[in-house]
């Protein structure tokens, strides 16, 4: 008789080590998935933030006169669209409004056409300002290179710790939309190699 309760005894223990240990892993792994939730809002903004600094600094560029009229238009009409560009993430975006992806690629391929057309940079070397101006804009592109690029890891990792079976089975991310990568052409002009280079962003 002895010898039955102690193993009822022992299972007992065991059955409730187990469901303790089981119930403070999902607990943990709840907590990390929020934390990563978290951390995916904070590199959001900071993206959100660079494309706005990288707007400024083109619509700043574009003001000036250290260009010609023509690529000054050109500058602050695919600025322009990349500010009104849908930022909602839906699948469809919001009605008159450009895909953020499409608007600020095409800010970048803009970028790239005015700014390594011969002769543009050695103009801007030139003027007053000029330098500083382009010298800025290139310190914003690079910064939002490295925006999206953290953007698009927090993604990556909340994707593969959703993809577990734990989180899936006990739905522990809720309802929450699984999170998409920022796809978009980012590349900064490629200016001749003698152009002073900003240091390189650290934030």
Same mark, same amino acid.
């Given at each position: 008789?002895? =010898?039955?309760?102690?193993? #009822? ?14 119930? !403070? ?54 600025? =322009? ?20 992806? %499409? ?26 300002? =000029? ?6 804009? #290139? ?10 690029? !953290? ?14 079976? #734990? ?19 980012? %590349? ?14 650290? =934030?």
């Amino acid at each position: 008789m002895s =010898g039955n309760l102690a193993d #009822l005894v022992l299972t007992f223990s065991v059955v409730v080590v187990t469901a303790l240990l089981v119930a !403070f892993y999902v607990s943990w792994r709840a907590s990390r998935l929020d934390r990563l939730h978290t951390r995916l809002e904070t590199a959001r903004a900071a993206l959100e933030a660079a494309m706005a600094r990288r707007h400024a600094a083109v619509v700043e560029l574009a003001a000036s006169a250290h260009l010609e009229p023509a690529s000054r238009i050109l500058l602050a009409d695919a600025a =322009g669209r990349a500010l009104r560009a849908d930022r909602d993430q839906e699948p469809e975006p919001a009605q008159g409004a450009e895909p953020l992806e %499409q608007a600020e690629s095409a800010l970048s391929g803009t970028l790239r056409a005015v700014l390594e057309e011969p002769g543009v940079p050695e103009e801007l070397r030139r003027v007053p300002g =000029g330098q500083a101006a382009l010298g800025e804009l #290139l310190a914003q592109a690079r910064r939002l290179q490295l925006a999206r690029r !953290f953007h698009n890891d927090a993604v990556a990792t909340i994707r593969q710790a959703r993809h577990r079976w #734990l989180v899936r089975v006990l739905r522990l991310a809720g309802h929450a939309p699984l999170p998409e990568y920022v796809e978009m052409d980012d %590349q900064p002009p490629d200016l001749p190699d003698d152009w002073p280079r900003p240091p390189a962003a650290t =934030g």
